[in-house]
T-cell receptor, first 114, second 114 residues
Framework: AAGVIQSPRHLIKEKRETATLKCYPI?????VYWYQQGPGQDPQFLIS???????DKGSIPDRFSAQQFSDYHSELNMSSLELGDSALYFC?????????????FGPGTRLTVL | AQSVTQLDSQVPVFEEAPVELRCNYS??????LFWYVQYPNQGLQLLLK??????LVKGINGFEAEFNKSQTSFHLRKPSVHISDTAEYFC????????????FGGGTRLMVKP
């Protein structure tokens, strides 16, 4: 079965640079979520989109922005990177229209800020 | 706002022994409950979920969990563990509407010893 695809899998950036993370949800899924998992921590919700509109917002820094495109893929844009942004970034998708709340996660993008 | 507490940060157990990973939650509304497993350097894989109905939920890899509303718990159990079960286990909750964010517990590292 198709899964959530994230790219790139690994990314190394310098402080103050920008990064773009991409997420391709499971086909037919209409909702995308972004989570950040710091070293040794649990995942923290950043932001979600339903049918290309922002649905919910968590602890996402103002330096970060995200959007969902017409083909339902999503991108997380991160600017003025800081050392503390080094983390594993997960994308998840779900089929909200089906009335369930099961989120399926991608493999994650490991961002390292030097 | 909901919160999740995983009482044990680490659980060492011998192979073929039974195991229980504890999870308690708090929420002012009805919730959906999930257990995810994370193997080293990998994404989050859904083990099982409780949405409604029977309080005993069976998942993949021989795991099961029981929803106890009065004790606000959703403990994960397996009657006989294998070395391959060594991983980080996360309990998560979302408020009872589809499309809501997941709030994770701090995780429990299950260490299965030969």
């Amino acid at each position: 079965a198709a899964g959530v695809i994230q790219s790139p899998r690994h990314l190394i950036k310098e402080k103050r640079e920008t990064a773009t993370l991409k997420c391709y949800p499971i086909p037919r899924h209409d909702t995308v979520y972004w989570y950040q998992q710091g070293p040794g921590q649990d995942p923290q919700f950043l932001i979600s989109f339903y049918e290309k509109m922002q649905s919910d917002k968590g602890s996402i820094p103002d330096r970060f922005s995200a959007q969902q495109f017409s083909d339902y893929h999503s991108e997380l844009n991160m600017s003025s990177l800081e050392l503390g942004d080094s983390a594993l970034y997960f994308c998840a998708s779900s089929f909200r229209l089906a009335g369930t709340d099961t989120q399926y996660f991608g493999p994650g993008t490991r961002l390292t800020v030097l | 706002a909901q919160s999740v507490t995983q009482l044990d940060s680490q659980v060492p157990v011998f192979e073929e022994a039974p195991v229980e990973l504890r999870c308690n939650y708090s929420s002012s509304v009805s919730v959906y409950l999930f257990w995810y497993v994370q193997y080293p350097n990998q994404g989050l894989q859904l083990l099982l979920k409780y949405l409604s109905g029977s309080t005993l939920v069976k998942g993949i890899n021989g795991f099961e969990a029981e929803f106890n509303k009065s004790q606000t718990s959703f403990h994960l159990r397996k009657p006989s563990v294998h070395i391959s079960d060594t991983a980080e286990y996360f309990c998560a909750v979302s408020e009872g509407d589809a499309g809501n964010m997941l709030t994770f517990g701090g995780g429990t590292r299950l260490m299965v010893k030969p």
